[in-house]
């Protein structure tokens, strides 16, 4: 009980995860400015006119807010929100962010990714959610002594460390419920995946001839990873390694699998691991820092 | 306190339709959707045993043209550059060729359905959407057209080696002459 007091303390009067929450921000921000610009391209399709996907609108008050490229009257407008998006993703990986912009950031990206289902995967889903968590990033200096930026400081560590179990819980919720299937567990789940060529190459799908001891290795690594990733990954001496397999394993989905997207969002996910003297040494190399600004 | 219980939510609407009473998992819900809304069914229980395709001709002054899928030509471009928008057109089109599969089970499901049944469709007319105005056919005089799903499935056999089988199944011919 002191020790989760010592905690909320600490929370509030000194901001220790400042450098990491800033370098997460514009991570995302870039992987989200290369969504866009490559949706942007076909633009029309993806969220225009000219779309041939199925609209869903069965909203009504203030949740149809997060639908809004589902009236099809609405689509003919769709830079409204793509360009804004953009804009506001593009001066925050500057540095220029702030309550505000992230409370927009996060509602245009909504619109964005309900605009079009067919393109969105796991990490489409995973983004929105850090993207909310994000708005409470409240940058506010230590020197700051008011009410106000003691509590800035307290969500900001909140929204901080809400972002690790979020992505937690996505691996959870995925590892459960392949143990509720068959072929994970007898290990033919990558075996019959990689058989697609949709889900691979050409090549890998007509090469695969029988399930081999390595595919299913990997297919239980793969279970057991989703599945104990929320207790690993607050284990500070082993979550190095954790996050490297777990990088490879996105790479290998990018590569391999082909689901680029999801592969991305993920590893600039897990830029919020990294600690607050690394963000701060690679802030500090690539000068894209605006500082720690005691603003929101 | 906003916090957890958001993450109790969360929790709640991914794993308590089962566990928790129906009256919470209703508020769940009405606060989990859309704002909230999550999904990481990925590959999950299993992954998939079935790939759908979406294909079309159309007739024009010249007659029918071969079946085509556009899908296709989405993915091999995608095989020679992952990064680029290739593999968005190809689920876009992925998710077209899966409604248009599950419009012909509901159809089969139909007691005696006319061609007006096929043709209201929300898959076809999707699928009318792309072949009039972003096929390589669109302003060129289509007189009719006429949509497909091909299956691909595969099935383990009794030694565990995956077996392939594959399906196609037609819409209706539907003529659209001025």
């Known amino acids: ?296 | 306190m906003g916090f957890a219980l958001h993450f109790f939510s969360v929790l709640g609407y991914q794993f308590g339709n089962e566990v928790l009473p129906k009256k919470l998992n209703t508020i769940i819900d009405r606060y989990s959707v859309p704002w909230f809304y999550q999904n990481y069914y990925m590959f999950a229980p299993d992954p998939t045993y079935h790939i759908n395709s979406f294909v079309f001709r159309v007739e024009t002054e010249d007659g029918w043209t071969d079946w085509q899928e556009p899908g296709l030509d989405q993915l091999r471009q995608h095989w020679q550059n992952r990064f680029g928008n290739a593999s968005d057109l190809y689920d876009m089109f992925y998710g077209l060729s899966n409604a248009l599969y599950d419009g012909i089970i509901f159809i089969h499901f139909m007691e005696d359905p006319s061609v007006e049944d096929w043709f209201s469709l929300p898959a076809h007319n999707a699928a009318e959407r792309y072949i009039t105005l972003n096929s390589t056919f669109a302003g060129e005089g289509i007189l009719a057209y006429q949509v497909g799903v091909k299956t691909e499935y595969h099935f383990f056999d009794d030694r565990k080696h995956l077996k392939t089988q594959s399906i196609f199944q037609k819409y209706p011919v539907k003529s659209i002459k001025p």
């Open chain 1, 1 to 296: 009980m002191t020790s989760i007091k010592a905690l909320i303390n600490s929370w509030q009067s000194s901001l220790s995860i400042g450098f990491s929450s800033e370098l997460f921000i514009k991570i995302v921000y870039l992987v989200l400015v290369w969504s866009t610009l490559k949706l942007l391209m076909i633009g029309n399709m993806v969220w225009g006119d000219d779309y041939f996907i199925l609209l869903s609108d069965p909203f009504t008050g203030p949740d149809r807010m997060a639908m809004l490229l589902n009236i099809p009257a609405v689509r003919s407008y769709y830079l409204f929100f793509a360009w804004p998006f953009l804009g506001l993703i593009i001066t925050g990986i500057f540095g220029f962010h702030n309550v505000i912009t992230r409370f927009a950031v996060w509602f245009l990206f909504v619109n964005l990714h309900f605009g079009n289902g067919a393109v969105s995967t796991g990490g489409h889903h995973l983004i929105q959610q850090l993207l909310f968590f994000h708005i409470f990033l409240f940058q506010v200096n230590d020197d700051k002594k008011s009410y106000l930026a003691s509590l800035g400081r307290f969500l900001h560590h909140l929204a901080h460390y809400s972002m690790w179990l979020q992505i937690a819980i996505l691996y959870l919720v995925s590892g459960v419920w392949k143990l509720k299937g068959d072929l994970w567990i007898e290990g033919c789940a990558m075996y019959l995946t990689l058989s697609f060529k949709e889900f691979g190459f050409p090549f890998i799908a007509q090469s695969i001839r029988e399930n081999t001891v390595f595919l299913q290795l990997l297919t239980w690594l793969v279970l057991a990873y989703q599945v104990f990733f929320i207790a690993l990954i607050w284990i500070k001496p082993i979550r190095k390694w954790v996050l490297l397999f777990g990088a490879a394993f996105h790479v290998s989905i990018i590569l391999l699998i082909g689901i680029t997207d999801f592969g991305l969002f993920m590893i600039a996910s897990y830029s919020i691991f990294i600690s607050n003297d690394m963000a701060r040494l690679i802030l500090g190399k690539i000068q894209w820092s605006r500082g720690l600004n005691p603003s929101a």
